[in-house]
């Protein structure tokens, strides 16, 4: 169990943690000069069940919010100190308005200092703590009266804080690591060793991780967990790992996050709920603010989506826009400071990392928001499989909610989605959409066949915008293969038609390009245009230009470029070959295509930047800067070989 203490300036919160633990938390010289805690201290004291209680101590001075926040991300239990002659004074009722924002609910009082009283002030310091925590999560908090100085009290509150662990269910370590890092330093013949508390999943010795932001990839080489040396570290334990790789201290602060490579995805906004607690201060949409996320303090804005001002006690769904990146998850809890940092405006809980552009106050994505707040993500599965016509993105799904694999592939067949792989990328989609999708589809095919009968079919990615164009390409290619198999719909070199159309030329289209078709054969790759074959031929460049339209409609010619047609042959040949290029040298470029059709007869460059742009155009390649990519999506492109 790891236990956060909070309260006011010289309440005890440091000798408290001594008593219990043996341990000096005050690590830095200034501490131990001034006798006040600046920063995070640590401190661990081993059970007889060989478990071990984790102690966050932090500073109680109002400068140091900060610090404190940077503390309280992460703990159990939280171990609220005030001092008996004092009473609850301003810290501790911040302290306390913070926690409660943060949903933390297991805690216990100390009240220190109880040498220093009369019974009567004790039993008056008593009253105002209940009067205190009353309306808060931390209500039903036991009150424990003690001296940290000489030891009176402490054994019950020792004996409380054993029980309270030994009961507390083990944080489920399911879904990837990740860790928000509180320190970093290094140490000779260790190396660089970050320390934090472990928010999900699990680490072992040897894996790899990503420091994140920026970005930096590196290796855990050994870690101590709650203060021992262990093989792995996971969610709800205080760890220390040492790391290998490019990274030197000067490159971690706090702030930053130890995660697992999927989730090292850095974000400038977020979706989420929050609440302004009693007695604040009105929220205003795009208001300034600081945001106390996990271990790290960013400004930024806060925009609201549902209302257009939060008042006391009221709650809200809002987009967080930040001034710079971090890390964060579905669930992580946040603090809003003013933009002074001096002032707490709410509190609230991350629900999307993945907002929309647009559209962010539409009915729907305000009741998807609010499908969020409730913790099983089945509820927000079924939300989206309610209201999604093209999919839902899965992979983004479960990297918000961070589930595992084996938990987000029992989610997928609970909610009856059919699951679409490609690569990386995960798309489900209801079995009603598919149903949907698939009737569009036919539909589409049975409109063009009426609309345009010389024409074979429609090109797939055609196809595609008229079926559903924000329908990714991966779900596309999947229901054209389902109904390809089924024999639903069939095809012909580059188009998808209904089995039983067919594309016919009249007798006259037919003799016609008898004889003009040997002028094609003889330069496949670089055949000529309509006015070359004009000119070959006499035959009218209008009547050209309509006769090879037809063709291609019918499939047998390919419009390569404007008024430059190939025969599907030796468009078939050229895929071949753009294959062939992007197999043995990572990619189809123009100059290699240029040397392989045409030698060292010398030209023929802009046709080979037309013949990758045309692959490009009906999808067989995609470019990225001056690289011709051939799309890997299983039996799309077959017509290649045919």
């Known amino acids: 169990m790891l236990i956060g203490t909070a309260g006011h300036i010289d309440h005890g ?25 600046l920063d995070l201290g640590y401190a661990y004291t081993p059970q007889a069940d060989g478990s071990v209680l984790g102690f966050v101590d ?9 610090n404190m926040l940077a503390g309280a991300t992460g703990i159990d239990f939280v171990l609220l100190v005030i001092a008996a002659d004092d009473g609850p004074m301003p810290q501790t009722r911040e302290h306390l308005e913070l926690l409660d924002l943060l949903g933390l609910s297991l805690g216990a009082v100390a009240l220190t200092k109880i040498d220093a009283v ?5 039993a008056e310091a008593s009253r105002d703590i209940a009067q205190l925590l ?46 928000a890092i509180d320190r970093c330093f290094s140490l000779s013949g260790v190396g660089t060793v970050v320390t934090g508390t472990a928010h999900a999943g699990k680490v072992g010795a040897g894996e790899t991780a990503i420091i994140a932001p920026p970005g930096i990839k590196v290796r855990v080489r050994s870690l101590h967990v709650q203060d021992q040396p262990a093989q792995t570290g996971q969610a709800g334990e205080r760890c220390a790992l040492a790391l290998t790789g490019d990274v030197e201290k000067k490159d971690i602060a706090r702030g930053m996050w130890l995660v697992d490579p999927a989730l090292a995805i850095p974000i400038s906004r977020f979706h989420g709920e929050l609440r302004v607690p ?32 939060v008042g006391a006690d009221e709650t809200a769904l809002i987009e967080v826009l930040l001034e710079r990146e971090t890390l964060a998850l579905r669930g992580d809890h946040f603090i809003l400071r003013d933009s002074g940092a001096r002032r707490t405006v709410a509190g609230g809980r991350v629900l999307d990392i993945f907002p929309p552009l647009r559209h962010k106050r539409s009915p729907a994505r305000l009741s998807l928001l609010s499908s969020m707040r409730h913790d099983e993500p089945a509820i927000t599965l079924a ?25 987000a592939d029992a989610l997928w067949a609970q909610a009856a989605l059919r699951v679409i792989r490609a690569g990386e990328i995960r798309i489900g989609l209801p079995n009603a959409t598919w149903d ?53 719909i069939a095809q012909t070199h580059a188009w998808l038609h209904l089995p039983e159309h067919q594309a016919r030329l009249s007798t006259a289209d037919r003799e016609l390009f008898q004889t003009l078709k040997p002028l094609l054969d003889a330069a496949p790759y670089h055949p000529p245009r309509v006015r070359d074959v004009f000119k070959a031929t006499g035959t009218p460049e209008e009547s050209v230009r309509q006769l090879f339209k037809r063709l291609a409609r019918a499939g047998e010619l390919y419009p390569v470029a404007h008024d430059h047609y190939f025969t599907a042959a030796a468009v078939a040949d050229l895929a071949a070959i753009v294959r062939r290029l992007h197999e043995e040298q990572g990619a189809a470029r123009a100059a290699a295509l240029r040397d392989i059709l045409y030698g060292d007869a010398g030209g023929g460059r802009k046709v080979a930047i037309h013949i990758l742009e045309f692959f490009d155009r009906i999808g067989y390649t995609r470019r990225v ?14 017509w290649i070989t045919t």
């Open 134 to 179: 009353a309306g808060t999560a931390l209500a039903s908090s036991p009150i424990f009266p003690l001296s940290g100085k000489t030891g009176d009290g402490v054994a019950p509150l020792r004996s409380h804080l054993e029980v309270t662990a030994s009961q507390l269910p083990p944080r489920s370590a399911t879904g990837r690591f990740r860790l």
């Open 383 to 407: 939300r989206l499989a309610e209201t999604s016509t093209t999919g839902i993105d899965l992979t983004r799904f479960s990297t918000n909610w961070n589930l595992s694999e084996a938990a």
């Open 118 to 122: 009369s019974p009567e002030r004790l």
């Open 278 to 309: 009693a007695g604040g201060r009105p929220l205003k949409h795009l208001q300034p603010i600081h945001v106390h996320l996990g271990t790290a303090d960013m400004p930024g804005r806060v925009a609201l989506l549902d209302c257009a001002e």
């Open 625 to 638: 800067r001056d690289d011709h990519l051939v799309r890997h999506e299983g039996a799309q492109h077959d």
């Open 436 to 488: 949907t999708l698939t009737t569009q589809l036919l539909d589409a095919l049975t409109h063009e066949h009426e609309r345009s009968p010389d024409m074979i079919g429609v090109e797939r990615e055609r196809l595609r915008r008229m079926t559903a164009a924000h329908l990714p390409r991966p779900a596309f290619d999947a229901l054209c293969t389902e109904l390809l198999t089924a024999g639903r």
């Open 13 to 37: 919160k440091t000798t408290l943690v001594k008593a219990l633990t043996g341990v000096d938390a005050d690590r830095l010289p200034e501490e131990k000069a001034r006798g006040i805690t």
């Open 58 to 66: 932090v500073p109680g001075h109002e400068k140091l919010i900060h």
